[in-house]
């Protein structure tokens, strides 16, 4: 008895203990073997709209012999303007200060150190017209109180989610039909979504606006003429699909 105890304790173990094989069993190859292709694709759509708004940049440029005389005439003058922005309908919210800069200006003779002989002031806002039919009027205001700087305008979309939507809808549909294309190509079919990603969304960038000045003291009764054209937005997304038979 006493020699047989290591025996049965030697098949014990070996009944208790999980068989292990190398080999692959005929359910693992089919597995294999069915496993899909990974296609990844990148796909970008545009929507357009009509612009609703308009960002112009104005202000003062003032020069001065001394400084404070250039900052004073500035602020003179810009008082003038805000007024005017604010008798033409601009909301305070849609008007913001950009820069404020004072610089003093300097006479170059040879061989001598440069010598100041001014100063010139600047102050700069950008504002945001939302009536669009107001804006060439709006621009002849502001020159005709005093602003001596315009830059613009930027026309966009106050609201642009709907386009941006609408884009991504665009850039979903492209990417899937490109993936049909690579399983027309390779005799398979497109089996499932197995990631989607937005690489980014990019608002209006317009064209640059066509204006043309209409001095009111030169004679001219039309106010400068503005087309806002069309704005337009983008998105990207970049899908993965699984091909397969």
């Known amino acids: 008895m006493m020699t047989l105890r290591p025996l049965f304790l030697a098949l014990a173990l070996a009944t208790a203990l999980p068989m292990t094989a190398n080999a692959q069993t005929p359910a693992d190859v089919g597995a294999a073997a069915q496993a899909g292709t990974l296609l990844s694709v990148a ?9 609703d708004i308009a960002t112009i940049s104005t202000g003062v440029v003032t020069q001065a012999g001394d400084a404070n005389g250039a900052m004073r005439d500035n602020a003179a003058q810009m008082d003038k303007v805000m007024a005017a ?16 800069n004072l610089n ?37 205001t502001l020159v005709a109180q005093g602003a001596n700087q315009i830059n613009g305008p930027s026309f966009g979309i106050d609201k642009p989610e709907a386009a941006l939507d609408e884009a991504r809808v665009a850039a979903v549909k492209k990417a899937q039909a490109q993936a049909q294309t690579y399983a027309d190509a390779l005799g398979l079919k497109v089996k499932r979504i197995v990631s989607i990603s937005e690489g980014g969304a990019s608002l209006p960038r317009p064209p640059m606006p066509m ?33 397969g038979r």
């Open 104 to 140: 003093p200006q300097y006479k170059y003779v040879e061989n001598m150190p440069p010598a100041i002989v001014g100063y010139q002031a600047s102050n700069t806002v950008n504002v945001k017209v939302r009536e669009l039919a107001k804006l060439g009027k709006v621009l002849d």
């Open 85 to 100: 922005l604010r008798a033409a309908g601009i909301a305070a919210r849609d008007i913001q200060t950009s820069g404020i």
């Open 43 to 51: 796909a970008i759509a545009e929507a357009s709209r009509t612009p």
């Open 211 to 243: 204006m043309r000045a209409m001095a009111a003291d030169a004679g001219y009764a039309k106010e400068t003429a503005v087309a806002p054209g069309e704005s337009t937005v983008s998105v990207s997304v970049e899908m993965m699909f699984e091909l």
